[in-house]
């Protein structure tokens, strides 16, 4: 006795495509959840003494998915650093253009001067990176991913 298919095509389809959008979501929504602890993380540092307010407005994170962003951190002016919220959201968006396809996180101090900050020791989004590194792969595992 054959094998059958009595279960139309469409429905497979539609099953399939069902099951990859739920999935999308969890992804999506795990890496918003990795962006806001990163953000929590840089946010918290002290190591470097914010005069203006700029470099630790421009902090921020997007989450794409497809060169599309889907969620994105508020960028919020501390102090009176308005240009670094800005500056910090035109820079995420400049650098989702990188990232045409899949989905991904992008955490960013988008000031021009945060990299000299940086190499005078100072902690922009260092322990931002060393968290993104350590919890990403973590909560990918939990969502099934290898």
Do not use: W
């Amino acid at each position: 006795m054959p094998i059958r298919q009595i279960t139309p095509m469409s429905e497979i389809d539609r099953y399939t495509e069902q099951k990859l959008k739920g999935l999308e979501q969890a992804v999506i929504r795990t890496l918003t959840y990795c962006g806001e602890l990163c953000l929590n993380v840089a946010r918290s540092t002290n190591s470097y003494k914010d005069q203006t307010g700029n470099l630790r407005s421009s902090i921020g994170y997007v989450v794409a998915v497809d060169g599309r962003i889907v969620n994105q951190s508020d960028f919020e002016t501390v102090k009176k650093g308005g240009d670094g919220s800005k500056q910090g959201a035109a820079f995420a968006k400049q650098l989702v253009r990188r990232f045409p396809k899949g989905i991904c996180l992008i955490v960013v101090a988008g000031m021009d001067y945060a990299v000299h900050v940086k190499n005078r020791g100072y902690d922009v989004l260092d322990s931002s990176e060393l968290t993104a590194d350590r919890i990403v792969p973590y909560m990918l595992k939990q969502l099934g991913f290898k």
